[in-house]
Nanobody, 120 residues
Framework: QVQLVESGGDLVQAGGSLRLSCAAS????????MGWYRQTPGKQRELVGT???????DYAESVKGRFTISRDDAKNTVYLQMNSLKPEDTAVYYC??????????????WGQGTQVTVSS
């Protein structure tokens, strides 16, 4: 059993900052890529950014220069530092990780989501 638990969502004013965390626990052999997605009502879940096992990052154009993804492999945790927040960043943010539970077996896992609300 593997679980991803997010934390850090909150209500913040435009221009403010938040830091989301997502910790993976359970029977983990190794973790490949980790990332963050977000979703608003009536829209498809969209990619915010990813960080590979080698530390390389990739971001959606809408968050480049404002958001930073990092990971701590000793804690099986991925972070999303969000600065200069805008009302359009309001969404439920989901953590995703490609986790290997045995050396021959891996799959994607999702967290339960954490609400980020940015007021204007």
């Amino acid at each position: 059993q593997v679980q991803l638990v997010e934390s850090g969502g909150d209500l913040v004013q435009a221009g403010g900052s938040l830091r989301l965390s997502c910790a993976a626990s359970g029977s983990i052999f190794s973790i490949n890529a980790m990332g963050w997605y977000r979703q608003t009502p009536g829209k498809q879940r969209e990619l915010v950014g990813t960080v590979g096992a080698d530390g390389r990052t990739d971001y959606a154009e809408s968050v480049k220069g404002r958001f930073t993804i990092s990971r701590d492999d000793a804690k099986n945790t991925v972070y999303l530092q969000m600065n200069s927040l805008k009302p359009e960043d309001t969404a439920v943010y989901y953590c995703n990780a490609d986790i290997r539970t045995r050396w021959w077996e891996s799959r994607a896992y999702w967290g339960q989501g954490t609400q980020v609300t940015v007021s204007s």
